[in-house]
């Protein structure tokens, strides 16, 4: 699935992964960040509530203060993650459609 993830984001394929809880997404995206790709968004309510490790890639609606950092957050990112229930998040919502969406088990 890391490997998956990786040639997408090279072909420049907007992935949305989902996962039924945090602690799947966040062990999704550590393992991802572990194998060397570190360009994702980690979408979520509270930034604090984020595995430690990639915190730096997290971002809520209240990271954004103007409309352009939205946008300059989005550009060059096409891997975006987060739990079912925050699929709707402005953030994700601001994307303008997805080429994938990838659902995960909770592990």
Do not use: H, W
Request: charged share 20%; hydrophobic share 45%.
């Amino acid at each position: 699935m890391i490997a998956l993830i990786s040639i997408l984001a090279i072909m420049k394929q907007k992935v949305l992964v989902v996962a039924p809880n945090n602690g799947s997404t966040d062990r999704f995206l550590v393992r991802l960040k572990d194998s060397g790709f570190t360009q994702f968004i980690r979408v979520t309510n509270n930034v604090a509530n984020v595995s430690q490790s990639i915190q730096a890639n997290a971002r809520s609606n209240e990271s954004f203060s103007r409309m352009n950092e939205i946008k300059s957050t989005l550009e060059g990112n096409y891997i975006y993650a987060s739990t079912c229930d925050r699929i709707n998040e402005n953030l994700l919502l601001c994307v303008g459609g997805f080429d994938l969406c990838i659902v995960l088990d909770a592990d």
